[in-house]
Antibody
Framework: QVQLVQSGADVQKPGASVRVSCKAS????????IHWVRQAPGQRLEWIGR????????NFAQKFQGRVTMTRDTSINTAYLILNGLNSDDTAVYFC???????????WGQGTLVTVSS | QSVLTQPPSASETPGQRVTISCSGS????????VYWYQQVPGMAPKLLIY???QRHSGVPDRFSGSKSGTSASLAISGLRSEDEADYYC???????????FGEGTKLTVL
């Protein structure tokens, strides 16, 4: 069965960077986009960007360009989100999600709480 | 401000029908498919509806989606207590080159 398992909660200081991992299983990792979506406390879902694991090609929402990186390691079926220059507004639960073409985000990770606090 | 607009809340009694609206623009809903997700607080979202009106695998036929112009809606009939959740619409936005989500609608089953 398809599963996306994310890394655990993290606490970072303002200005620091955070890396969140998303390990996929139960399907061909290189065949589907992985998206990253975040949700600040009590707020709506917000799309950060996507990576195509086969090529490593990534696209980001304009809001995050310049301080976000998405990478993957196909040997261990894992995608990574790296967000730099953290501030308090980045405190949120970060989700990874698999995209099935035209079907949408059909499987989601359990979420990773990132807290930015001095 | 959110690109997709939803009512913040909706409520109805068990067994009744409720509709949740999602208003967008020509760059998102009019031009692209609409998706609906259900999220129980503290959990990851779950896909309900894709391509405007197609139910994802395992989703009961009590859930239905529709789209007209720059608006979409999700209808839930035969309401059950387990339908209490937040519901989000989503679409690709051609102008922003990004996936956009509505603000979410909190459904309460009275």
């Amino acid at each position: 069965q398809v599963q996306l398992v994310q890394s655990g909660a993290d606490v970072q200081k303002p200005g620091a960077s955070v890396r969140v991992s998303c390990k996929a299983s139960g399907y061909t990792f290189t065949g589907h986009y992985i998206h990253w979506v975040r949700q600040a406390p009590g707020q709506r879902l917000e799309w950060i960007g996507r990576i195509y694991p086969n090529s490593g090609s990534a696209n980001f929402a304009q809001k995050f360009q310049g301080r976000v990186t998405m990478t993957r390691d196909t040997s261990i079926n894992t995608a990574y989100l790296i967000l730099n220059g953290l501030n308090s507004d980045d405190t949120a639960v970060y989700f990874c999600a698999r995209e099935r073409h035209l079907v949408g985000f059909d499987y989601w990770g359990q979420g990773t709480l990132v807290t930015v606090s001095s | 401000q959110s690109v997709l607009t939803q009512p913040p809340s909706a409520s109805e009694t068990p067994g009744q029908r409720v509709t949740i609206s999602c208003s967008g623009s020509s760059s998102n809903i009019r031009s692209n498919y609409v998706y609906w997700y259900q999220q129980v607080p503290g959990m990851a979202p779950k896909l309900l509806i894709y391509e405007n009106s197609q139910r994802h695998s395992g989703v009961p036929d009590r859930f239905s989606g529709s789209k007209s112009g720059t608006s979409a809606s999700l209808a839930i009939s035969g309401l059950r207590s387990e339908d209490e959740a937040d519901y989000y619409c989503s679409a690709w936005d051609n102008r922003l080159n990004a996936w956009v989500f509505g603000e979410g609608t909190k459904l309460t089953v009275l």
